[in-house]
């Protein structure tokens, strides 16, 4: 099965400046995941979302973060304005609704901001 | 808080090295402890384990979960170059929501 895929693989913008993420989970996957893995640190879960209604966004920072799951399939992370802080490696993974096999994780996108 | 702790932070061993990893936990609604590896960008699935005990195999790597202690281990026999990675333990808990700890990071030498 193909995995999940995710665009950009790199982006490097200045502060303030907005920036947007793309994802495609893997198909018939019903939830979808956005986590920020900043260097040295473990990935930290940002929204999660069950077909396109969102489950948990409570460690997304709603000042400048938004996420939209448009029809239950691909989704798109934005920052809004950017902060040197939001350099990281934004991954989006994917799961059924039976778990037995944890999640499926993109490749990320890493952010730079300068 | 919930959190997930690993030990150690960085390990250098030489090839055919036996290496073990720690990970202990506090999380809320605990359903499962995972092990993922992750070479460059992304995490890759080693293991789910969710009963006490049972050892988990897959080639030269190992798993077991405690769930009275709240910790796990995860064993890597012969290590090769191929080895180096940060691995990751996560905490699987209420509704299906993953915590990591910040990882070991393995360097496996010649």
């Known amino acids: 099965e193909a995995g999940v895929a995710q665009s950009p693989r790199y982006k490097i913008i200045e502060k303030r400046q907005s920036v947007a993420f793309w994802c495609n989970p893997i198909?018939?996957?019903?939830?979808l995941y956005w986590y920020q893995q900043i260097l040295g640190q473990g990935p930290k879960l940002l929204i999660q979302f069950q077909n396109n209604g969102v489950v948990d966004d409570s460690q997304l920072p709603k000042d400048r973060f938004s996420a939209e799951r448009l029809k239950g399939v691909d989704s798109t992370l934005k920052i809004q304005p950017a902060k040197l802080e939001d350099s990281a490696v934004y991954l989006c993974?994917?799961?059924?609704?039976?778990?037995?096999?944890?999640?499926?994780f993109g490749s990320g996108t890493r952010l730079t901001v300068v | 808080e919930d959190k997930v702790v690993q030990s150690p932070l960085s390990l250098v061993v030489h090839e055919g090295d036996t290496v073990t990893l720690n990970c202990s936990y506090e999380?809320?609604?605990?359903?499962?402890l995972l092990w993922y590896k992750q070479e460059k960008k992304a995490p890759t699935f080693l293991f789910m384990l969710t009963s006490s005990g049972i050892e988990k195999k897959s080639g030269r790597l190992s798993s077991i979960l405690d769930k009275k202690e709240l910790f796990s281990i995860l064993n890597i026999t012969a290590t090769q170059t191929g080895d180096s990675a940060v691995y990751l333990c996560a905490g699987f808990y209420n509704t299906d929501k993953l915590i990591f700890g910040t990882g070991t990071r393995l360097q496996v030498f010649p």
């Open positions: 993974a994917s799961s059924p609704l039976s778990l037995s096999h944890g999640y499926t």
């Open positions: 198909s018939g996957h019903a939830t």
């Open positions: 999380v809320t609604n605990f359903r499962s």
